[in-house]
């Protein structure tokens, strides 16, 4: 018997290309605090929409960090194209860059006035490790359905994928190796050892249909 072949579902429905565009311009308009907020809006409007699921956005954020680039750029491309094609791709990336565009621009000037306020210090003082602590959260609800799906494949499985995980981490944030080279050596890794380890729920669910 062929085991099941893991296919992302189209959503249900196609979203509009008005509502694309209106959805990223509204992330591009909310995207403060750095790329891990703009991030956690996209991932919630893509969960919440149903375009994507848990999984399905955790890959498509892979394939979007193994080429050079903005990360949040390619994510949008590659969201936009998944639900309208080339016209969704246009419309998510006008959306994403309008707001963020043209309101720095307008705020550089203003900021510039009042940087040096004591007030405006305190508030980055207080800015800064949100940002992390919001990385921190993506972090863990990125991680859950990869340890799922490798909890159901068996332990030995469940525990090549934490240690893939937690190398690379010590790898990047230790070592200070490259992203790149990280990612390479992470690829390798998970080819070699899910040919070497064995999956142990296709085995269960092989048993169950003899």
Known sequence: MKPAIDTPALPASQPSLWRIFLTWLTIG??????GSSTFYLIHQACISHGWLTEEEFVRTWALSQISPGINLLKLTVLVGHRLRGWPGLVAGVAGLLLPSAGMPALMTAGFA???SQPLVQSA???????????SLAMAYQMAQPLFNRARREGFPRLAAQALILIVSALLLGLGGVSPVLVLAVAGAAGV???AVVPDRGMEA??????
């Open 124 to 134: 980055m003082r207080g800015i800064l490790p949100a940002t992390i602590g919001l």
């Open 29 to 34: 308009a909310q995207s403060f605090g750095g």
């Open 192 to 194: 070699l050892l899910m």
């Open 113 to 115: 006035a009042i940087r």
């Open 205 to 210: 669910r092989g048993e169950g249909v003899k």
